[in-house]
Nanobody, 113 residues
């Protein structure tokens, strides 16, 4: 069983930055891929495997960067934030087969002046 705890959301002005964190614990196989998704308009923001292979949703690669520590904590560095980035961001984890998906509770990001 996998457990995910997100942190780092909040209120930021346009052009600002935030770093989201997601601490994963539990079954190591279930944490092979970790990443972030968001509510509509949403979908995948970014993901990263244990081998540090990264994938990004089409809209965020230029401004967001995903990284991962060996202890299965993943980070989403969000730069030059725009009001359209306002959403609840959810951390997720999957096993190497792309199944066994686990979701965190989400963290709110609000971009507003």
């Amino acid at each position: 069983q996998v457990h995910l705890v997100e942190s780092g959301g909040g209120l930021v002005q346009p052009g600002g930055s935030l770093r989201l964190s997601c601490a994963g614990s539990g079954s190591k196989p279930g944490l092979f891929t970790m990443g972030w998704s968001r509510q509509a308009p949403g979908g995948l923001v970014a993901s990263i495997t244990r081998g540090l292979r990264k994938s990004y949703g089409k809209s965020w690669k230029a401004r967001f960067a995903i990284s991962r520590d060996p202890d299965d904590t993943t980070y989403l560095q969000m730069n030059n934030l725009e009001p359209e980035d306002t959403a609840v961001y959810f951390c997720f984890a999957r096993d190497i087969y792309g199944s066994g998906e686990t979701w965190g509770r989400g963290t709110q990001v609000t971009v507003s002046s």
